[in-house]
């Protein structure tokens, strides 16, 4: 008589953002669902076709007077830094824990601060798995009311909530230190790599095609890359994938920059899972974040290793995170600094030649530097997690 196949243990992936947005848990659903019975909680459809789903509400319905009362507790809550009670009375973790406490889950991945003290009042049987893409407590460090506001809420989460975890990641050595240093806690460092491709190194000729993709967010300086453009002397286009950010006049204001120079053009964004294709008809990403903020200088970005696995070569800022792995495969160039000058004289001084042997070694880098070998981190820590 044959034996009933062992339970599926229960896996909940969480996220307050659209998942399909999200790489680090796009890679996470397709390699988890696997092994495990997942469900996924954010806004938007499904990100994985079969997995269930759990979509946030755009707001949640409560009747005027539960919305009033529960709004005026919120706010006297975090005036008097009560924020255990103030977690409690967002209408949305409200309606979330109403649904979720009602299952039983074995592990919770919780991604990003503000979904860690919802997910450790699950009481998943091996605990909670905390996946912090910023460090937190600076992540919007360039706007003094959120400063003022939202920044010592996000620190009593790390202080209070997040080393109740049994396991952390991050995703760059600056931010894995900085946890370390302030809340005395030591995250796994998991970097945004993006999965293996088994793409051909493109071919190089004039004109020199650049691209960037990413957000339009101010705080990152996108100016700087189309000024060197309009400056440079070089022959050379610069394409970008962007999405808007909160502040959508920013776009606005990077297109009406541009002066409808044919050499820059604004594409459509893509899909994730096509990205990398559509960049290998690329020669060089640009990576060039301004450190205007602390995640901004230790950012080691997706589309960093995108371009790798596109097998292009990069053009980056000092950002010592990517530098430091820039100049180990010698696959690209670190400016000195964020000036737009500095970038021009670097597009004047461009050559095929200099370009092709980038690209060369971006696809030496691009069998090591992989997604598949980030995930391994993840499963090594969920195993860890459920032989306990």
């Known amino acids: 008589m044959s034996q009933p196949e062992a339970r599926r243990l229960r896996m909940l992936i969480l996220m307050f953002t659209r998942l399909d947005k999200e ?42 007077l539960k919305r009033r009362s529960l709004y005026a507790l919120q706010t006297i809550s975090f005036k008097l830094r009560l924020y255990g009670l103030a977690y409690r009375t967002i209408a949305l973790h409200r309606w979330l824990y109403e649904r979720l406490s009602q299952e039983q889950w074995d592990i919770v991945i919780a991604h990003d601060v503000n979904t860690i003290p919802l997910a450790n009042r699950l009481s998943a049987k091996y605990g909670v798995l905390a996946d ?112 808007n950010s909160a502040d959508e006049s920013y776009l606005d204001e990077l297109r009406a920059r541009a ?24 020669d060089i990403g640009l990576s060039i974040i301004a450190a205007t903020t602390f995640n901004h200088e230790y950012c080691l970005p997706n589309k960093f290793f995108d371009y790798v696995q596109a097998r292009l070569g990069q053009f980056i800022g000092p950002s010592p995170e990517m530098a430091r792995i820039v100049n180990e495969y010698q696959m690209g160039e670190v400016l000195e600094d964020f000036e737009t000058d500095t970038l021009t004289a670097a597009l004047d001084a461009l050559d095929v030649e200099t370009v092709r042997e980038w690209k060369l070694r971006a696809d030496v880098a691009a069998g090591t530097l992989t997604g598949e070998s980030q995930v391994e981190i993840w499963d090594e820590l969920v195993r860890s997690m459920t032989a306990r």
Not at 160 to 183: C, H, M, W
């Open 132 to 243: 912090m893409h910023e460090y937190a407590p600076r992540q919007y460090e360039h706007s003094k009311e959120w400063v003022r506001v939202t920044a010592p809420y996000y620190r009593w989460i790390c202080a209070n909530e997040l080393p109740k975890a049994r396991a952390i990641t991050t995703v760059s050595q600056g931010i894995v230190d900085e946890y370390r240093l302030q809340f005395g806690i030591d995250p796994v460092l998991v970097v945004n790599a993006t999965p293996a491709a088994n793409l051909a190194v493109g071919e190089v000729s004039l004109p020199i095609k650049l691209v960037h993709s990413g957000i339009a967010a101010p705080a990152r300086k996108l100016e700087i890359m189309i000024d060197a453009v309009l400056a440079t002397r070089s022959d050379v286009t610069l394409d970008l994938y962007l999405v």
């Open 259 to 282: 002066r409808g120079d044919r050499r820059i053009r604004f594409q459509e964004p893509v899909a994730y899972a096509d990205l990398v294709q559509t960049l290998q008809g690329y």
């Open 23 to 64: 790489p680090r848990a796009y890679k996470q659903i397709i390699h988890f669902s696997k092994h495990f019975d997942v469900t996924t909680v954010g806004y938007g459809q499904p990100p994985v076709e079969g997995v269930r789903h759990i979509e946030l509400p755009e707001s949640v319905a409560l009747p005027p």
